[in-house]
T-cell receptor, first 113, second 113 residues
């Protein structure tokens, strides 16, 4: 069984569109994350979220918003897509308390044309 | 500036050879994670180190964290084609317990049969 899954795997869209990427984890973890891996292969945290707290990386534009319908899901909504949003987006989850090993999804490759 | 430096950026080795990948920071690493990334498979957790001087091994892979907790190395013994991929080090450099990881750029490993 896949521990952390993301859909879709690939997403090609036009500038200005609004899109969502879904993430689901079946590990029973309390905390979930979104990371962005840009063309230079840097992997940067965008959000971390648990039942209590949403932590936002201040460099993330407010066009990006995480939505958590329940503990097992953290979806990423992106409004008014821009060319620079093209990247691979990774979802991850972790259990509370040390060690906070994060388990990653397979990634969603987004291409904005 | 990059907060986690990985070296080398890429590595090509003959099957059966040993190799080492380094991860260095100017800041204290409160938790150091090694991941392997294969295309389409997301990030696979390898090992996590927390204490200065700690060393962990799994199969043919050994990871160490130096006493100062600013440098980690990943050593692969008798490399195999299955070891090929991109190795990423990620770390909590804030110490705030937010579990948000900062990642290096990755080291691309190719193993020639």
């Amino acid at each position: 069984d896949t521990a952390v899954s993301q859909t879709p795997k690939y997403l090609v869209t036009q500038m200005g569109n609004d899109k969502s990427i879904k993430c689901e984890q079946n590990l029973g973890h309390d905390t979930m994350y979104w990371y962005k891996q840009d063309s230079k292969k840097f992997l940067k945290i965008m959000f971390s979220y648990n039942n209590k707290e949403l932590i936002i990386n201040e460099t993330v534009p407010n066009r990006f918003s995480p939505k958590s319908p329940d503990k097992a899901h953290l979806n990423l909504h992106i409004n008014s897509l821009e060319l620079g949003d093209s990247a691979v987006y990774f979802c991850a989850s972790s259990q509370p308390g040390p060690p906070e090993t994060q388990y990653f999804g397979p990634g969603t490759r987004l291409l904005v044309l | 500036s990059q907060e986690l430096e990985q070296s080398p950026q890429s590595l090509i080795v003959q099957e059966g050879k040993n190799l080492t990948i380094n991860c260095t920071s100017s800041k204290t690493l409160y938790g150091l994670y090694w991941y392997k990334q294969k295309y389409g498979e997301g990030l696979i957790f390898l090992m996590m180190l927390q204490k200065g001087g700690e060393e962990k091994s799994h199969e043919k892979i050994t990871a160490k964290l130096d006493e100062k907790k600013q440098q980690s190395s990943l050593h692969i013994t008798a490399s195999q084609p299955s070891h090929a991929g991109i190795y990423l080090c990620g770390a909590d450099i804030t110490g705030a317990g937010s579990y948000q990881l900062t990642f290096g750029k990755g080291t691309k490993l190719s193993v020639i049969p």
